[in-house]
């Protein structure tokens, strides 16, 4: 499994021409003590801006995707390729990315298991997001995970078992 929002931390991480373009647009105040990139100031620096945010997706996005879309073709070109394999996107729908799979799998929960789950206010968020039942009815398999662990991987195998079937 590949996630774009690891992907985004890499590149934020260790990419010297994002860091630079990123401090370039948003100011030092974006950089930790060690000169590095901290996530929570650029979150802070872009929420509440429309402008820097789709500046900033626009710099991160097509490197996020260009890089699952090589894992995947580099997975596809092993001997052994996996019959599945599984790209976390969190905002699949919203930057119309759902063309890039066979299938998609959507897991979504309550707004208050979300707001439970959350490490920033979920309304932040909520406004740029496709609605959960648009999601749900879009969507190849779908999940509402308000329940157990048990019950999310009840679901999760149910789909792979699916999956992996010709």
Not at 24 to 33: M, N, P, Q
Not at 34 to 43: F, L, N, T
Not at 131 to 138: C, I, N, Q
């Amino acid at each position: 499994m590949i996630s774009s929002d690891e992907i985004v931390h890499r590149f934020l991480r260790d990419d010297p021409k994002v860091r630079d373009a990123i401090v370039e647009r948003l100011g030092e105040s974006v950089l930790d003590e060690d000169g590095e990139i901290d996530r929570p100031s650029v979150a802070e620096a872009v929420f509440g801006d429309a402008e820097a945010l789709a500046w900033l997706e626009g710099l991160l996005h097509p490197r996020v995707v260009a890089t699952y879309l090589k894992w995947r073709e580099d997975l596809a070109a092993q001997p052994d390729a996996p019959a599945v394999c599984v790209t976390e996107v969190p905002l699949l729908y919203e930057v119309g990315g759902e063309t890039r799979f066979d299938k998609v799998v959507a897991v979504t929960a309550s707004p208050e298991v979300r707001a439970s789950r959350a490490r920033r206010p979920v309304d932040e968020r909520e406004s740029r997001l496709l609605p959960d039942d648009e999601k749900l009815r879009r969507a190849d398999f779908a999940y509402v995970n308000d329940g157990t662990r048990k019950e999310l991987h009840r679901f999760v195998s149910d789909v792979m078992a699916k999956l992996n079937d010709p």
